[in-house]
């Protein structure tokens, strides 16, 4: 069963540590972006370029200073991965809509085959809310290649940070407003991050990927220097047997400009597919999923979540980041507690 929700009451975010910094966010709509600065200093900017398919939060940096999201495609930085075009900071979206593939929409689709695929089109800025729980919200339209709309996305991205940590709740409520839509099982999805080379996971293996379409996308080893990610997750595995398991949160560690740093993805009870499942691969890409299922094991039935004209859904996940330690199992069930109790 999944949870039909036309509304929630939005509560504070939070961190770990009690002393709170000040957060203010600078709009720019000739650029198309809102800069996210923490007592002064770029945390993040949302982005929304009509060239590109997608809004998105990028770059994202840690506390310390260091950037975490991947560079490529916006900003190629040497030695990085230049595979998946469509993973930019992070985003949102499905890889199945009513057929059409939001997730692997990016430059590299011909212009033959853009039909088979959908973007998101922001349409509208709510309101850029400075403080100490700093507030984006955001109207988005999700679209066919043809300019139809099959969702209208409300979104509230609730900035708050201290002085080691820096969170990001996520609350996307979307409806269908020109007939009935469904989100098909898919593994492509849906709150995610592409992560800077320091965090991917040490590989010497070259692998190549499919999208459900049958695409194949090349992942090549590179060198391993300097990279020290390590996955870790609420059902207790590690590293790549992270993927495809029902989790109540998971953890990227590693280690950049000398400064241990974890960020990780958090899911809540009150979405539906909760627990999500996760698509977290060592090459870099961090996502959460709630609306895949069969897509991650086979053994498991397909679970395909329709909305009728009118009726919305509503997921909330927060990304929460923190420079100078690692965090613990112990300190990530803290922050899930809180998280749960909200939105």
Do not use: C
Request: without cysteine.
């Amino acid at each position: 069963m999944y949870l039909l929700i036309p509304s929630f009451i939005l509560s504070a975010g939070g961190s770990m540590n009690a002393q709170s910094s000040k957060i203010k966010l600078v709009r720019d709509d000739a650029k198309h972006k809102v800069d996210v600065l923490v007592d002064g200093k770029l945390f993040t900017s949302y982005q929304y370029p009509a060239n590109i398919e997608k809004p998105f939060l990028y770059p994202v940096n840690a506390p310390n200073g260091s950037v975490i999201t991947r560079g490529y495609p916006i900003e190629p930085r040497k030695g990085e991965r230049i595979d998946h075009p469509h993973h930019i900071g992070i985003w949102f979206n499905h890889g199945n809509v009513n057929g059409l593939d939001f997730w692997n929409n990016s430059s590299a689709i011909p212009a033959n085959r853009k039909d088979e695929y959908g973007h998101i089109v922001v349409k509208n800025i709510i309101q850029a809310k400075s403080g100490k729980n700093a507030i984006l919200e955001v109207v988005s339209d999700w679209d066919d290649n043809k300019g139809n709309t099959l969702l209208v996305e409300n979104t509230k991205y609730i900035f708050s940070a201290s002085k080691d940590s820096r969170t990001i709740d996520h609350i996307s409520t979307l409806t269908a407003v020109n007939g009935p839509v469904t989100f098909n099982d898919n593994k492509e999805g849906m709150f995610a991050i592409r992560v800077d080379r320091a965090f991917e996971m040490p590989s010497n293996e070259s692998l190549i990927f499919t999208d459900e379409k049958g695409n194949p996308t090349a992942v090549k080893a590179t060198d391993n220097t300097g990279v020290t990610g390590m996955y870790s997750s609420s059902n207790g595995s590690t590293g790549d047997k992270v993927w495809g398991t029902r989790n109540e949160w998971v953890i990227l560690s590693g280690t950049k400009d000398n400064v241990p740093i974890s960020f990780a993805i958090f899911d809540n009870p009150k979405n539906p597919g909760f627990p999500a499942y996760s698509h977290a691969r060592g090459y870099g890409l961090f996502s959460v999923n709630n609306l895949g299922q069969n897509s991650y094991d086979p053994k498991q039935a397909k679970v395909n979540y329709p909305l009728q004209k009118g009726e919305s859904m509503t997921l909330r996940h927060r990304f929460y980041v923190q420079s100078g330690s690692e965090l613990t199992a112990d300190g990530a069930v803290k922050i899930f507690q809180e998280f749960s109790k909200l939105y």
